[in-house]
């Protein structure tokens, strides 16, 4: 998933937005748009030239932009300021449901998963419940670091979070088999939720939590605005705290429990596997070897690209742009992509790479932005105005 990031100054002021995407990303201020092309892991490229609406026009082909940048909305604003105010709106809507239950959270690392976390922990001085917390590591394709901030997590909070792992051996057989998860083909999931499947069928779990948010994504948005619009919070076993927060009600929260996770303050866009497909190229670089056998790695990418990539680049442009994260045919759009920019380069205006990602930094590194604060009311309205909105459409700001 991806979503429009707030850029925020050192007073915290929001100045402008980004949606990170895995090749491109926008940036987004009220009187301009940018498209920009990560060209290496120094610079950037604004391509903007070549974005007429929401398509990417290059030469003989046009490709639609959620391709590369997931259709997302934004809410610069917060629902949930007050943490206390929103508890106690949940509250009364999931009470009766959760009263004596028994609840599971998976807990990713992320930002979502430690709010869910937080909540749950708040609406516990009010209601009688019982949950357990887990965490599934993602052997070969995850670092520990992950790990690490978990059990920080665990401490600060006070709360035990159980340790579990995908099957390791089936995941390296799996890996030989079928290489790495690509786009559209993520096989590792079901391998990461096996353990807590498990757990959860041992525990005899009423609930489990989902962190998903209507703002991550149109997607998610097309799936949960029917909740939204019905204030339901627990659908069958589901249970969604925070899916009406939004992006900066969830910095804030985190950020006012010292619970960032540093891959946030590198400038990373996502909390997920190293190897995750979805993440942009130059994080791909950046992780390679922070994975518990790189070698082992390298070797199944040799055998993909042997079988399926050798015909569409050398092996070093395919490891150096993370080739394998999409199918073949994608692959190819890719480099075609890259040929053009290559032949033109001069005309394009570069930026380096490193100031974008300082941009990234600074919802959790700067001030807690300064927004309006609104009640959930009024969301639930603009949300049943943009559910008219077509289904693959990147919705400006300023329609917000």
């Given at each position: 998933m991806s979503e429009w990031i707030p850029i925020v100054n050192k007073n915290g002021f929001i100045i402008e937005f980004i949606n990170p995407g895995t090749d491109f990303a926008i940036i987004l201020r009220k009187d301009y748009r940018r498209l920009y092309f990560y060209y290496s892991n120094d610079v950037i490229l604004d391509v903007t030239r070549h974005l007429n609406g929401?398509?990417?026009k290059i030469k003989e082909f046009s490709i639609p932009i959620y391709r590369f940048i997931a259709p997302s909305v934004a809410f610069p604003c917060y629902v949930a300021y007050d943490l206390d105010e929103y508890v106690k709106?949940?509250?009364e809507h999931v009470k009766n449901k959760i009263r004596n239950k028994r609840i599971l959270l998976s807990h990713s690392g992320g930002k979502d998963s430690?709010?869910?976390l937080i909540i749950?922990?708040?609406l516990k001085k009010y209601v009688n419940f019982d949950f357990t917390v887990t965490y599934s590591h993602v052997p070969f394709l995850e670092s520990e670091r992950h790990m690490r901030f978990v059990e920080r997590v665990s401490q600060k909070l006070g709360i035990e979070i159980e340790m579990l792992e995908a099957p390791r051996d089936i995941f390296k057989?799996?890996?030989?088999e079928m290489g790495l998860p690509y786009r559209g083909f993520r096989w590792c999931t079901y391998l990461?939720?096996?353990?807590?499947?498990q757990r959860k069928k041992e525990l005899k779990a009423d609930f489990e939590v989902v962190g998903d948010r209507i703002s991550e994504g149109f997607k998610r948005f097309s799936s949960l605005v029917q909740y939204a619009l019905q204030r339901t919070f627990i659908s069958g076993k589901q249970f969604r705290p925070?899916?009406?927060l939004t992006l900066l009600d969830i910095i804030k929260i985190v950020r006012e429990r010292d619970l960032v996770h540093p891959d946030y303050l590198r400038g990373m866009t996502r909390i997920s596997c190293d190897l995750c497909p979805y993440r942009p190229v130059y994080e791909i670089n950046e992780l390679?070897?922070?994975v518990e056998d790189p070698g082992f790695i390298e070797q199944i990418l040799r055998e993909e690209y042997k079988r399926l990539y050798s015909g569409i680049a050398s092996f070093e442009d395919y490891m150096t742009y993370a080739l394998w994260r999409y199918h073949p045919d994608q692959a190819r759009t890719i480099m075609k992509i890259r040929k053009n920019f290559n032949e033109h380069l001069d005309a394009y205006e570069k930026a380096l790479l490193k100031n974008f990602r300082l941009k990234l930094k600074t919802p959790w590194a700067n001030r807690i932005p300064e927004a309006s604060k609104i009640e959930i009311d009024v969301l639930i309205h603009l949300l049943k105005q943009l559910a008219k909105k077509p289904k693959y459409t990147v919705i400006p700001i300023e329609e917000i």
């Amino acid at each position: 998933m991806s979503e429009w990031i707030p850029i925020v100054n050192k007073n915290g002021f929001i100045i402008e937005f980004i949606n990170p995407g895995t090749d491109f990303a926008i940036i987004l201020r009220k009187d301009y748009r940018r498209l920009y092309f990560y060209y290496s892991n120094d610079v950037i490229l604004d391509v903007t030239r070549h974005l007429n609406g929401n398509l990417i026009k290059i030469k003989e082909f046009s490709i639609p932009i959620y391709r590369f940048i997931a259709p997302s909305v934004a809410f610069p604003c917060y629902v949930a300021y007050d943490l206390d105010e929103y508890v106690k709106f949940l509250l009364e809507h999931v009470k009766n449901k959760i009263r004596n239950k028994r609840i599971l959270l998976s807990h990713s690392g992320g930002k979502d998963s430690t709010v869910s976390l937080i909540i749950l922990l708040e609406l516990k001085k009010y209601v009688n419940f019982d949950f357990t917390v887990t965490y599934s590591h993602v052997p070969f394709l995850e670092s520990e670091r992950h790990m690490r901030f978990v059990e920080r997590v665990s401490q600060k909070l006070g709360i035990e979070i159980e340790m579990l792992e995908a099957p390791r051996d089936i995941f390296k057989k799996s890996l030989k088999e079928m290489g790495l998860p690509y786009r559209g083909f993520r096989w590792c999931t079901y391998l990461k939720i096996k353990p807590v499947k498990q757990r959860k069928k041992e525990l005899k779990a009423d609930f489990e939590v989902v962190g998903d948010r209507i703002s991550e994504g149109f997607k998610r948005f097309s799936s949960l605005v029917q909740y939204a619009l019905q204030r339901t919070f627990i659908s069958g076993k589901q249970f969604r705290p925070v899916y009406l927060l939004t992006l900066l009600d969830i910095i804030k929260i985190v950020r006012e429990r010292d619970l960032v996770h540093p891959d946030y303050l590198r400038g990373m866009t996502r909390i997920s596997c190293d190897l995750c497909p979805y993440r942009p190229v130059y994080e791909i670089n950046e992780l390679f070897h922070e994975v518990e056998d790189p070698g082992f790695i390298e070797q199944i990418l040799r055998e993909e690209y042997k079988r399926l990539y050798s015909g569409i680049a050398s092996f070093e442009d395919y490891m150096t742009y993370a080739l394998w994260r999409y199918h073949p045919d994608q692959a190819r759009t890719i480099m075609k992509i890259r040929k053009n920019f290559n032949e033109h380069l001069d005309a394009y205006e570069k930026a380096l790479l490193k100031n974008f990602r300082l941009k990234l930094k600074t919802p959790w590194a700067n001030r807690i932005p300064e927004a309006s604060k609104i009640e959930i009311d009024v969301l639930i309205h603009l949300l049943k105005q943009l559910a008219k909105k077509p289904k693959y459409t990147v919705i400006p700001i300023e329609e917000i």
